[in-house]
């Protein structure tokens, strides 16, 4: 399974962005996807997932509930966050990642990331 990110952009506060995690590989439909980010000096945190077939998916992180939401369209072979309401504390790199487990305690692969900046 190969992972591509994309979509991270410079944005200001209060704003909106939607990322973009396309899977390539005859099994990336049978796996579950998530997304994670980066802040310089600080801990991955791990932000949502979604299940393979898309029935199941939840927001793991409390920072980002009812700010971010998670979807996928196995149509284009892609995964989706939609971020609202964004916070300077947002700034991080975004990962997604791809797992058979819905539960990402050790996801298998791993996208190249992508940057989002929230100015204030």
């Known amino acids: 399974v190969q992972l591509q990110a994309s979509g991270g952009g410079l944005v200001q506060a209060g704003g909106s962005l939607r990322l973009s995690c396309e899977g390539s590989?005859?099994?990336?439909?049978?796996?579950?996807v998530g997304w994670f980010r980066q802040a310089p000096g600080k801990e991955r945190e791990f932000l949502a997932a979604?299940?393979?077939?898309?029935?199941?998916?939840?927001v793991n992180a409390d920072s980002v509930r009812g700010r971010f939401t998670i979807s996928r369209d196995n149509t284009k072979n892609t995964v989706y966050l939609q971020m609202n309401s964004l916070r300077p504390e947002d700034t991080a790199i975004y990962y997604c990642a791809a797992d058979q487990s819905l539960s990402f305690l050790r996801p298998s692969y791993w996208g190249q990331g992508t940057l989002v900046t929230v100015s204030s």
């Open positions: 590989g005859t099994t990336f439909k049978n796996h579950a």
């Open positions: 979604i299940s393979w077939a898309g029935a199941s998916s939840y």
